[in-house]
């Protein structure tokens, strides 16, 4: 199975808008190192078999799929609502016509009812054979399901996102978790003992919607996970600062990263 990390980066990316020549806001980041540059955060999981996951549709979606050389999407994951998660939606209809079929979208039902209600035209049923609009299907999930996309088993799980929940999910031994801040007994046991573990590290510091270093650092010490990948990220977090500074087993994506899991 291989995990492309399309972006890693915070709701807002990096560079955000502004700075004082209007090119971008970059923090402490380093403007010449190029894995500082973070699209909105979005995987690609690609099974044995080929058949590929969208984990979330961000506002980047296109260009992160050319830059990686990802041909198709067999389905779609969603996270939450957020529109960093989600405002990429239209350009599914590019992927209806590669595929030529609606696509299955899998999210709680909150989650796909507020997704449906910012697209409706989405949702509508297919007219063949034409794609001039996203056509997709819902298929509803929930926390604490174990459900089959594509060939690939998901084990779900919530998360706690500070003023909203999140679905994190592990496949084999791959966990993904984005957007989370607090974990339940329940999604931590079904982390434990993954080996690779891509998930939310906004900044050093805590934040009241996203993990901090010291807690994702904390958590992988405490589930015994082998490799911690931070995604997510904010302009606190420079590549060479983490490079130099990371503890032991925790690693920051860029862009463009591939996980072979």
Known sequence: MRVTILGCGGSAGVPMLGGADGRGDWGVCNPAEPRNRRSRTSIVIEGDDGRCLLVDTSPDLKSQLLAAGIPRIDAIFYTHAHADHVAGLDETRSLNRIVGRPIEVFGTAPVLAEIASRF?????????????????????????????????????????????????????????????VRLTDSALATIEGTRTWL?????????????????????SRQLGVERTVLTHMGTDLDWSWMQDNLPPGLEPAHDGMVLSV
């Open 120 to 180: 409706e035209y989405a949702f509508r049923p297919w007219s063949p054979p034409s794609f001039f609009r996203p056509v997709l299907l819902p298929r509803s999930v929930a926390p604490g399901e174990t459900i089959e996309i594509e060939g690939m088993r998901l084990a779900v799980f919530e998360q706690d996102h500070g003023n909203s929940t999140t679905l994190g999910f592990r496949i084999g031994d791959f966990t993904y978790s984005t957007d989370v």
């Open 199 to 219: 998930v939310d590290c906004f900044h050093r510091r805590p934040h009241p919607a996203h993990a901090s270093l010291d807690l994702v650092h904390g958590w």
